[in-house]
Every structure is written in structure tokens, then in C-alpha cells.
């Protein structure tokens, strides 16, 4: 989905009291970052609630949301300078440490825990959910090499299932036309993010189950930004995580129409009470982080996803502090 849309993250502000006239209070203007994220979706609500609740402006900084449609696309925006700070896969930091490129990006923060679509299917889902039970079935994937791709893989080794043998999995079908290819009969099942799933609902379908918990904590979606950016920057930066940290804390228990009302402005397409269902839907599968601290183990765990899929040589894996810089969220905490 794609979405460039202005935010204006300061204001100026004057306090008078009865009886008296106060001198207007000068604030000091917000420092403007050039800022990307990999696509514009529901999947990112905390990213919303930031902007939407002043958590960005309270840290001094503003900037433009601008979805660069591919995690290749704003990587090679951050490398060449023209992006400061970004939402992307961790992947990208892996695949840049083990390029050629002599600059290099590192995670600062996380926002998503694991892969946040949905199984969606033709019938009722079996309580509980068995994913072996799709063998023999036709799945609606999204492209080859993808992280959605790698994580409906995943799941599905998981539970034993050859994804190349034992499923087919449709991989052709472009982003656009895949909820109208589902509901014209494409397939058994389909893996979709909200508010896909909500729409499909209503359409008489059924969400079956979330990928990432059939996968575990493997971080999906991070911030990043170039080293020499960090090393230069390190109050944005840590002003940037402090925002996410708190928006992550909030969403994690505020009343779901509250969620809701925080992101209507982002999503003008979306009813409340679908964006009120995704954030349940989001929040029962676990897939929003809670603090924006990224871990060893799912870092080695996402290692071990691109290295079983041929993405990386085995052996190849690269530290954790050649991947993530942890000074800000842990000073978040």
C-alpha cells in the first residue's frame, strides 16, 4: 500500500493566565530527520500511535512518512544518504554486513516480534489449529525469497511439511490483485495482513491462525540507520527509541477503540471498528513488541531462517553487535 503523507510534528505555544499577560513561550524547532518505512501498514500501529499520541515531537523530532515498497528499495535509500532513519526487515542489516558496501547499518530498535499475517481459509478453523493439516492444499503466498514467504515456510517445516513437496504454494500473484484472487477461489488458504483479514471475514472467510507463532520470536520489522549516522546522531537516535518505547507500552494495553482513534488518520480507507479489530487480532497473536530491545537469540534464529533458505552460506552468520547497536533501547528500559 502505498502512502506519502506530511506530518507535522511541532508547534509553537502561548500561556496566559486571568489578570495577567505571560510572554509567549518560544519552543525550540524539532529536529527534521528524513525517515522511510518499508511499506505503510497495520502491522506498524505502534510507528502510528508515536506520531498520532506527540510521542516524536515531546523527543524533538519530526519527519515525513514516505513507504519505500520493497526493504531493497530503502536500504539502498539509507546507504546512499537520502534516508536517516528507516523501517525494514533485519535482514537488511545481515545482507549489508556481509556486502561489499563500506558503510554499513545497524538495528536500534524493534517494533515487530515475528511475522504479523494471518492463515486465512475457506472453512472454520480447527481448534487448535494444525498446520500439517494443509498437506495436499494450495496456499496463496506472496512473492519467492520474501520474509513472508520464508516465514509460511518456516511454519510449515514446522510442522513437518515439505513446502516444496507436501503444499503448493502460489507465488505469482502481484500484491494488488491477491484479496480479489482469494475471493474469486484462488487457492484453499492464503496468508494476508490486516485489515486484509477483517475485510475477508466479512466476506465469509475465516482467519485460521498467525504465522509468527507457529515460528517464534524472529524480529520482522526494525529500525535502522547508517553507523556513521548513529555515532553522529546518537541523541536522535535515542530520542527516536524513547518515542517507539512508549507507543509500544501504550498500545500493549490501551482500550482497543483508543487504538483505534490514534490510527484513523493514518488509515482514512479503514472503518473504526475494522481498525479496532485488528488491534485485537494484532495483540492476541503477540506480534507488536513490548519494549523496542532486540535479543541475541532472535537475531541467531533469524540467521538460521536465511541460512536454511539459501539466502546466507552456511557459516556465514555475523555477531549480534555487527547487526544491532543496543545502547538506546536499553537505556529505554
Do not use: C
Not at 290 to 314: C, K, Y
Amino acid at each position: 500500500m502505498k502512502l506519502t503523507r506530511r506530518l507535522t510534528l511541532a508547534a509553537g505555544f502561548a500561556a496566559a493566565t486571568f489578570g495577567a499577560t505571560v510572554a509567549p513561550a518560544r519552543a525550540e524547532a524539532p529536529t527534521k530527520i528524513a525517515f522511510m518505512e518499508v511499506i505503510h501498514s497495520l502491522f506498524y500501529s505502534p510507528l502510528y500511535v508515536a506520531l498520532d499520541r506527540g510521542f516524536f515531537t515531546e523527543e524533538g523530532i519530526a519527519f515525513d512518512l514516505i513507504a519505500g515498497q520493497g526493504s531493497d528499495k530503502v536500504t539502498a535509500a539509507l546507504l546512499g544518504g537520502s534516508v536517516d532513519i528507516a523501517l525494514a526487515g533485519p535482514e537488511t542489516t545481515v545482507y549489508v554486513e556481509t556486502g561489499k558496501s563500506p558503510e554499513k547499518i545497524r538495528i536500534f530498535a524493534g517494533l515487530t516480534a515475528t511475522d504479523g499475517s494471518f492463515l486465512v481459509g475457506r472453512e472454520p478453523a480447527a481448534e487448535p489449529f494444525d498446520w500439517a493439516a494443509l498437506e495436499g492444499k494450495t496456499i496463496l503466498g506472496w512473492r519467492e525469497g520474501s520474509a513472508p514467504a520464508l516465514f509460511l515456510r518456516e511454519a510449515l517445516e514446522g510442522a513437518g511439511l515439505d513446502p516444496d513437496e507436501d503444499v503448493e504454494i502460489i507465488t505469482n500473484v502481484a500484491i494488488p490483485a491477491r484479496v480479489g484472487a482469494f475471493l474469486s477461489g484462488v487457492a484453499d488458504y492464503g496468508t494476508f495482513f490486516e485489515p486484509d483479514v477483517t475485510k475477508l471475514e466479512a466476506e465469509g472467510l475465516h482467519a485460521q491462525t498467525n504465522v509468527g507463532q507457529a515460528v517464534g520470536e524472529i524480529d520482522y520489522t526494525v529500525f535502522i540507520a547508517r553507523e556513521s549516522y548513529i555515532a553522529e546522531n546518537p541523541e536522535i537516535v535515542g530520542g527516536f527509541t524513547r518515542a517507539i518505547a512508549r507507543a509500544e507500552a501504550w498500545i500493549a494495553e490501551a482500550p482497543e477503540a483508543e487504538v483505534a482513534a490514534s490510527l484513523a488518520a493514518y488509515f482514512p480507507g479503514v472503518s473504526a471498528e475494522e481498525l479496532a479489530a485488528s488491534v485485537t487480532r494484532h495483540r492476541d497473536a503477540g506480534v507488536w513488541k513490548r519494549t523496542p530491545a532486540v535479543t541475541p537469540e532472535a537475531v541467531a534464529a533469524l540467521q538460521d531462517l536465511l541460512i536454511g533458505n539459501g539466502l546466507m552460506a552456511e557459516g556465514s552468520a555475523v555477531a549480534y553487535d555487527r547487526v544491532v547497536d543496543p545502547q538506546f533501547f536499553e537505556a529505554a528500559e
